[in-house]
């Protein structure tokens, strides 16, 4: 039997946007609200309310054949999903929701109509409600519970003797043996909820803390720690936390400057230890730059997963996966997060016929945000007086250095996949083109991430800002992958990391083939 489970993700955000049949588009527009086997699940169950009123009034056999139509769009709803391709969580919880829904509903107007035994309600509830709050206590503890061969099994059992039971009424040369057959159906509902419901609490109630059991999927813990990170405060402080939530101590590789030594000792280590290993960044967006790249060329990438722990001052890939950093955030993450894959972003430059590839996680920058990072990296530190070093005064000199650095900002000449254009800048959020300025990330759709200040604002509020205050404009959004010549040269940044761009370079932005795997609470 295919229970029709779905994945982590929902089955339209592992297809890109243009590749996505009807019915993922119209999922994805939505939120996953409306789906082929959604509609299925409300047709049932408004057969099955109508069956109800039938049977209230004494109608059995009209009552009987409603719902038994309705119960056959709600078994019909897995295969459905499976079909169209739009299995999700969301789904899932509404498909387990009407189910519930139905029976104690159905329980309610049987009891009230007088047709069943009062032995047999009360066993139907009890078992009902004891999965119910197995269920709920799950949720409660973020425990994922899926609805499992034995609980589908019991779920057709007691439909199929309440169906019985209330044919019985409906034909009364025929009672006997119906009843007969009523009672065998309901033995079974007893014992295949009593197994169902039992299998639930265990999960439900199964010791442990939750940060343990998202550990416990983990063999080896390490921390690739930039003790040197531009806010090496922090990062002393998330590690010191992380290290009290985890079972055992974790290993520690240092970031070095030369990053094909770190590259090495990632890659030694992971050779060496087997099982999955989970790697926290303990640095800002550079330092989760080599990681990710040092993981690409692994040939154990499959058995490790990626935390950033909010170490730097840029964090784009930690808020991009959870968010903005608060105290015990990390706790929170390691409770209720899960692991996703995402592509990263594959940067191929081409200059004198030769070639280098990098990868970025988050994104890729060429022109102003670039031109503005490596300008704040320039600057000078600032004298440790206690006027320029309180929390108002760094953010000013902050604020000033950025807005600054865009004002000297040049604006450069390239080729767009053949177009030639006048670009401010050009940005590239796994897979598309837009403005990233003063903003934290936000997911967009399966292949692209945009940064805005709220969820609720518009996306290029930051962009328009930035066009007000520089007279520049920026490149246009896209999603596809980008060939990019530079007839000058320019900057770039990729998840952090700053380099120059020589005269006549070519660079192709593009979607990774492979994935890397990541802790988090929002995609």
């Not at 049949?21 to 169950?45: C, D, E, Y």
């Not at 000033?400 to 940005?427: H, Q």
Request: glycine share 6%; hydrophobic share 45%; with cysteine.
């Amino acid at each position: 039997m295919n229970l029709h489970t779905p994945g982590e993700q929902a089955d339209w955000d592992l297809i890109r946007p243009s590749e996505r049949n009807g019915w993922q588009k119209l999922a994805s527009a939505t939120g996953g609200l409306v789906t082929a086997s959604n509609i299925l699940s409300a047709v049932g169950l408004i057969l099955v309310v109508f069956g109800l009123f039938e049977i209230t009034s004494a109608n059995y056999i009209n009552g009987s054949l409603l719902i038994a139509a309705g119960r056959a769009f709600d078994l019909l709803d897995g295969y459905v999903a499976e079909i169209t391709k739009t299995k999700s969580s969301l789904g899932e919880m509404i498909d387990a929701t009407v189910d519930k829904f139905e029976i104690f509903a159905a329980l309610a107007a049987i009891a009230i109509a007088g047709i069943l035994p009062p032995l047999v309600i009360a066993v139907m509830i009890f078992i009902s409600a004891w999965a119910s709050v197995a269920a709920l206590v799950a949720r409660i503890r973020s425990i994922e519970i899926h609805p499992s061969l034995i609980g589908k099994q019991a779920t057709a059992a007691i439909w199929l003797s309440i169906i019985l039971f209330l044919f019985t009424n409906a034909f009364d040369e025929l009672s006997g043996l119906i009843s007969v057959l009523a009672y065998t159906s309901f033995a079974l509902f007893a014992i295949l909820g009593y197994l169902s419901a039992a299998q639930y609490s265990k999960e439900a109630f199964r010791s442990g803390s939750p940060v343990s059991r998202l550990v416990k999927g983990f063999d080896n813990f390490l921390i690739v720690l930039n003790s040197k990170s531009s806010n090496a405060r922090r990062t002393s402080e998330r590690m010191d936390s992380l290290k009290e939530l985890l079972p055992t101590t974790p290993d520690i590789i240092h970031a070095y400057r030369n990053r094909e030594k770190l590259h090495n000792e990632i890659h030694k280590y992971l050779a060496n230890k087997p099982g999955k290993t989970l790697i926290f960044v303990g640095g800002g967006d550079g330092t989760v730059h080599e990681v990710v790249n040092a993981l690409m060329e692994s040939e154990k990438l499959n058995s490790a997963a990626v935390l950033p722990t909010w170490s730097g001052n840029a964090n784009d890939f930690a808020y991009m996966l959870n968010g903005i950093s608060y105290r015990r955030k990390l706790a929170k993450v390691l409770k209720e997060g899960r692991i996703v894959k995402i592509k990263p972003l594959k940067i191929s430059t081409t200059h004198k016929n030769k070639t280098s590839v990098r990868y970025a996680a988050c994104y890729a920058s060429f022109g102003a945000t670039a031109f503005a990072a490596h300008q704040l990296g320039k600057r000078l530190p600032v004298k440790k007086n206690w006027l320029f070093s309180t929390p108002a005064a760094l953010i000013l000199q902050e604020i000033w250095g950025v807005t600054d650095a865009f004002r000297k900002a040049p604006v450069f000449s390239a080729e767009i996949n053949g177009e030639k254009i006048t670009i401010f800048e050009e940005s590239f959020m796994n897979g598309s083109r837009i403005a990233k300025i003063f903003t934290v990330p936000l997911k967009l759709t399966d292949n692209a991430y945009y940064h805005a200040h709220q969820p609720d604002k518009h996306p290029f509020l930051s962009r328009r800002v930035i066009q007000a205050l520089t007279g520049r404009k920026f490149g246009n959004v896209i999603s596809e992958p980008t060939s990019l010549t530079f007839n000058e040269p320019a900057i770039s940044q990729f998840d952090g990391e700053v380099s120059s761009i020589e005269k006549n370079s070519k660079i192709t932005v593009s979607l990774a083939s492979r994935s890397i795997q990541a802790v988090s609470i929002k995609l």
